[in-house]
Each structure stands twice: as C-alpha cells, then as structure tokens.
T-cell receptor, first 114, second 113 residues
Framework: GAGVSQSPRYKVAKRGQDVALRCDPI?????LFWYQQALGQGPEFLTY????????KSGLPSDRFFAERPEGSVSTLKIQRTQQEDSAVYLC????????????FGPGTRLLVL | GESVGLHLPTLSVQEGDNSIINCAYS??????FIWYKQESGKGPQFIID?????DKRQGQRVTVLLNKTVKHLSLQIAATQPGDSAVYFC????????????FGQGTELSVKP
C-alpha cells in the first residue's frame, strides 16, 4: 500500500503569507504526528493526533501554527503570517495505533519563507 | 530534544567495512529507542528498534546496542554499502509523555566505494 504522502513537496512563501501543508497518512493509521526539521538538525515534535483528537500540541512554536485532522485521516498544518524562521522541512508521520510505536514518515514539505 | 548546530558529525568508511554510529540519549526513563535513516530530500526511514528492557537487538546487517547505565545507544552496520550513505538519527520515546519521538544528534555516514 501507499506510504505517508505530503503536499506540496516544496513551498515558497513571502513573509507574512499564510500556508497550508497537507498530510495523507497510511490508511487506517490512528496516530498522526507533525515534526519540524531545521537544516542540519533532527526533527522536532510539533503536535500529535489520535484519530481526530489533538492530544498534544506542546511543540507548536507559536499561536501562528495550527493543525487539524477533522475526520481522523488527512491532516493540515497551517502557518499564519509566515516568518523567515519558519523555513524548514515539515514532516508528517503516522502509526497504526496509539500503542504501536513505529512511526512511518512522509517525504516532508520544504518551506522557504523569503 | 538534543538539537545541535549545523555541522553534523561525519563518519567515513570504506565499502565492505563495518560501521558503528553512536548516540547519547537524554531521558533515563525512556522506554523505547529507534534508529532512523534519512537520505537527502526524503523523510526518516525506520531501521531498527529496541525496548528499554533489552540491551541488544539484531536485524539484517544491523545491530542496536543499548547501555542504559551511560544512556548510550549504538547502531552497527555490517559490510557497509554505498546505499547506506545517509544521515542516521537515534530517537527515544517515553510512554508517559505520549508517543512523540525525541530525536538525538544525527550522524552523516559516507561510504567510499
């Protein structure tokens, strides 16, 4: 079956613009995670969903970041009024259940804010 | 997480040699550890995992060792191949902190043919 997919793969935004990043998890996966990866660093946790419930958003860096998963499948990460420091790769991962730890990652969306 | 600067540690090995990649993790209460491989332009790819009640686990060409006393994790790759060239990250999960992965410092593995 298909893995985790993300779109767009690349996004260039002018500072101040809003962006929306999409994640399609593996079908049937209950848990969905968003991570932010700066250049040369490891991914850092942003937020976590179990089905449609957002159980942990402690990693979101500011109130400009918002994530949703309204039907418990596709998720969208929205960044409002983008800043240059938001430039990074945004990774989505999904896992089969809340207790199944293996997370499978998508290819990421590379965001560049000019 | 253990964020580091822009310059990843690099390990350069000859094709066919064995590679050992090391990682220091942060939380002595972590329950589960995973090694991921990340190639340029791609997301992290699962390699092997180990639970905190184990000290060694073997897969195909890979072995993970866990030393909880010094909070150290290592990944051994046997007969390294050019296709193994990538950045390798260790990650940890603490169950009472949810399922989020805390990534350690990455290591760039370069395999010379």
């Amino acid at each position: 079956g298909a893995g985790v997919s993300q779109s767009p793969r690349y996004k260039v935004a002018k500072r101040g613009q809003d962006v929306a990043l999409r994640c399609d998890p593996i079908s049937g996966h209950v848990s969905l995670f968003w991570y932010q990866q700066a250049l040369g660093q490891g991914p850092e946790f942003l937020t976590y969903f179990q089905n449609e419930a957002q159980l942990d958003k402690s990693g979101l860096p500011s109130d400009r970041f918002f994530a949703e998963r309204p039907e418990g499948s596709v998720s969208t990460l929205k960044i409002q009024r983008t800043q240059q420091e938001d430039s990074a790769v945004y990774l989505c991962a999904s896992s089969l259940s809340a207790h199944k730890e293996t997370q499978y990652f998508g290819p990421g969306t590379r965001l560049l804010v000019l | 997480g253990e964020s580091v600067g822009l310059h990843l540690p690099t390990l350069s090995v000859q094709e066919g040699d064995n590679s050992i990649i090391n990682c220091a993790y942060s939380n002595s209460a972590s329950d589960y550890f995973i090694w991921y491989k990340q190639e340029s332009g791609k997301g992290p790819q699962f390699i092997i995992d180990i639970r905190s009640n184990m000290d060694k686990r073997q897969g195909q060409r890979v072995t993970v060792l866990l030393n909880k006393t010094v909070k150290h994790l290592s990944l051994q790759i046997a007969a390294t191949q050019p296709g193994d060239s990538a950045v390798y990250f260790c990650a940890e999960i603490t169950y009472n902190q949810g399922g989020k992965l805390i990534f350690g410092q990455g290591t760039e593995l370069s395999v010379k043919p």
